[in-house]
């Protein structure tokens, strides 16, 4: 389990582009999701590893959202990724549900082929497929997104408390592993930090 430690980041790149300016999307509590369309006509739906379990109604929302002949328009010939977050009933770990009686997928991340796609391709892409993408809160230093999901703020998605804040800089950029920079915080952090004793 890790605790959080104000101050102290997780990696050097965080620390060093701290001050730096970051877009802010809304961290959905969910599960991981993954949809990649081949190219030729074959879509694989699956979770954050191959042997996730998805829960059968999400399934088949999934199912629905990726239509096909739709992919074939506009992507024929092309492989592509899609991130995105499965929520709802049954769906999420603890606390109040956006969906208490259904089921919904969120957009996130896009690839092509090897290439990330920036925020505004995958908001485009998104409306394309009749679906929804990640709400943006907007853009910040982490510090001024650490005393956001500190205080807390609702969720774009209903009515309760949103997870945390996913923050990437404005800028694209990878460390030396070719990994995309990217952190994320969460509300709980705080509270459980504030229970440990002193």
């Not at 104000?6 to 582009?17: A, I, K, R």
């Not at 239509?67 to 999420?92: I, M, N, R, W």
């Not at 907007?138 to 945390?164: C, H, P, W």
Request: aromatic fraction near 10%.
């Amino acid at each position: 389990m890790r605790t959080l430690l104000e101050g102290d980041f997780s990696l050097p790149e965080l620390q060093y582009l701290a001050n730096c300016e970051w877009e802010f999307t809304e961290k959905i509590d969910g599960t991981n999701i993954r949809v990649h369309w081949d190219g030729e006509g074959s879509i694989v739906i699956g979770g954050r590893t191959d042997n996730a379990q998805i829960h059968a109604d999400l399934y088949g929302v999934i199912s629905d959202a990726f239509d096909a002949c739709l992919l074939e328009q506009s992507f024929s010939g092309v492989p592509v990724t899609f991130y995105g977050e499965g929520y709802g009933h049954k769906v999420q770990k603890v606390g109040k549900m956006y969906l208490p009686d259904s089921h919904s997928f969120i957009l996130f991340d896009v690839r092509i082929d090897n290439y990330w796609l920036e925020r505004h391709n995958v908001i485009d892409i998104a409306g394309e497929l009749g679906i929804d993408s990640v709400p943006i809160w907007g853009t910040g230093t982490l510090y001024d997104a650490i005393d956001m999901v500190r205080e807390g703020f609702k969720s774009k998605l209903g009515d309760l408390t949103a997870e945390g804040l996913v923050m990437r800089p404005i800028v694209e950029m990878y460390n030396r592993r070719g990994e995309r920079v990217i952190s994320k915080i969460k509300h709980r952090d705080f509270q459980d930090a504030s229970k440990k004793p002193a």
